[in-house]
């Protein structure tokens, strides 16, 4: 089979989303056999830089410049033409969207939550604005829609997205990348490289509304007022909404404990996960939630919220919270950080967790959903 896959970025600071579309295509060539994977992308770099050539492997400039104007004509009036041109089987859309006109190939869709629908409130109002108006049509052009969770398939039920005849649950992968120790040295210089202090508690994410960041804060002021001398690492890039997190970081009893990293490479993050002490997930909703699982496979204790998919994929894996009860989420930290045994179980827990997550079922599965679609 000739499967096309559409894949955008918007930038260099690549999150959820970007790497699962990157892992999965590596994935595919390493896992599933005798398909060709065509790739249309506006940033032909950075696909080769995550997935690497590969005999079964083309990659395609997408012809429109950086832009959401751009990549919305692209992606509705252009990508079918192209999708004819390559004589696909199918074409594989992993970020939520379909094209609105027909390619006279199967279009598979990836859903991996409907937030913007649910809660705009948490989204850029053009995100918002868009994905409420072409979701809905754009699903229905799809011959199968993958949702990365039973969370995010319900939501999709709820919302009457799709049909039930149409809709598969297929679970990501854990990067390999996290399995492994990073040795001393790595560890000294990612250090150094991001000013990580000796002790710290951990977050990694996009700073935006939904990983309600405010209650993380709030639950890590009373940790810091009980006595606890760990600071707290935000890992991520800024997003929309975020003035309020910064603004409360600086006040004036964390000013001096609350550290924003910034986006850390790929590569530097094993390091920056094994020398925490504790994982910390305050999020109001996600539709998989890999830094957690990340955390988990680092061998790191993760405390968590569980709404969304986040009970599903942690399980008792994780020492669960309600993420807006501030008083709740300091307690959960204090014992944590207090009880070696505890914190053991846990690490211990987390570990086993993450191995039933791997991107070798993910492509075996969504293999057959190809096979499937191709009859």
Not at 199 to 211: H, S
């Amino acid at each position: 089979m000739r499967i096309g896959f559409n894949l955008h970025f918007s930038d260099d600071f690549l999150s959820g989303v970007e790497y699962y579309s990157l892992s999965l295509i590596r994935a595919l060539l390493d896992y599933v056999d005798g398909n060709q994977y065509v790739v249309f992308t506006n940033r032909p770099d950075l696909v080769m830089r995550y997935v690497g050539a590969a005999d079964a492997l083309t990659v395609i400039q997408a012809p429109y410049p950086r832009g959401r104007p751009f990549r919305i004509f692209w992606e509705h009036a252009l990508l079918p033409s192209f999708a004819r041109a390559e004589s696909l089987d199918l074409l594989h859309c992993p970020c939520y969207i379909c094209p609105l006109r027909t390619a006279g190939v199967p279009y598979a869709v990836t859903v991996h939550d409907t937030i913007a629908i649910d809660h705009p409130q948490w989204c850029k109002r053009s995100n918002a604005a868009y994905y409420n108006l072409v979701m809905r049509s754009a699903l229905k052009r799809a011959s199968v829609v993958v949702a990365v969770s039973r969370a995010s398939a319900e939501a999709l039920r709820r919302n009457c997205l799709v049909d039930e005849a149409r809709l598969r649950v297929i679970y990501s992968g854990v990067d390999p990348l996290f399995a492994g120790r990073a040795s001393p040295s790595q560890m000294r210089a990612v250090r150094a490289r991001y000013s990580l202090p000796e002790q710290y508690i951990l977050y990694v994410g996009n700073i935006e509304p939904k990983k309600n960041l405010v209650g993380l804060l709030g639950a890590y002021r009373l940790l810091a007022r009980a006595g606890f001398p760990h600071g707290l690492v935000l890992v991520g890039h800024r997003h929309w909404k975020s003035g309020r997190v910064f603004r409360e970081a600086r006040r004036r009893d964390l000013a001096h404990k609350v550290l924003f990293a910034g986006y850390v490479a790929r590569e530097d993050l094993p390091a920056v996960y094994q020398m925490a002490a504790l994982y910390v997930c305050t999020s109001l909703y996600e539709g998989f939630g890999f830094p957690p699982l990340e955390a988990m496979a680092s061998g790191l204790p993760v405390v968590s919220s569980r709404r969304g998919a986040l009970g599903e994929t942690l399980g008792d894996s994780a020492y669960g919270v309600e993420p807006t009860d501030p008083r709740a989420v300091a307690d959960a930290m204090a014992l944590m950080l207090s009880d070696d045994g505890l914190r053991l179980e846990y690490r211990r827990r987390g570990v086993e967790r993450s191995r039933n997550f791997t991107w070798s079922r993910t492509a075996v599965e969504l293999g057959a959903v190809y096979r499937e679609l191709a009859s």
